[in-house]
């Protein structure tokens, strides 16, 4: 069953690899991705945002600079709908990239 995020997790909701200084990742099977955590080995039938990252003209054997990658068609549309779809965004996602409001706090 898929879960809908809730309107306190998209406000919550900040990609880590969006405005930040933060690398791409490199799987082990050779794909760039936007960040280690979509590299998820078990997952065989990966969400449906995260799977054309994974097309074979994407892998970086079929390339001849990162930047033909993270510039291609379907990488420009995961980042930019991180931005502007984030309800529909990987679950992985949310996992990794909403800030939590609970913190716990130091007593002085």
């Known amino acids: 069953?898929?879960?809908?995020?809730?309107n306190q997790e998209i406000q919550n909701f900040?990609?880590?690899?969006?405005?930040?200084?933060?690398?791409?990742?490199?799987?082990?099977?050779?794909?760039?991705?936007?960040?280690?955590?979509?590299?998820?080995?078990?997952?065989?039938?990966?969400?449906?945002?995260v799977?054309?990252?994974?097309?074979?003209?994407l892998h970086i054997d079929n390339n001849d600079t990162i930047d033909?990658?993270?510039?291609?068609?379907?990488?420009q549309t995961f980042m930019r709908d991180l931005i502007e779809k984030p309800e529909k965004s990987a679950p992985i996602c949310f996992r990794k990239c909403t800030k939590t409001t609970h913190r716990i706090q130091k007593e002085l």
């Not at 082990?28 to 997952?43: E, I, K, N, R, S």
């Not at 799977?51 to 003209?57: A, Q, S």
């Open 68 to 75: 033909d990658i993270i510039y291609s068609e379907p990488w």
């Open 1 to 6: 069953m898929k879960k809908t995020p809730t």
């Open 14 to 49: 900040q990609p880590k690899c969006h405005g930040t200084k933060r690398s791409v990742a490199v799987s082990a099977t050779g794909f760039v991705l936007p960040c280690c955590w979509l590299d998820q080995a078990y997952d065989v039938n990966k969400h449906e945002k």
């Open 51 to 57: 799977r054309p990252l994974f097309d074979d003209k």
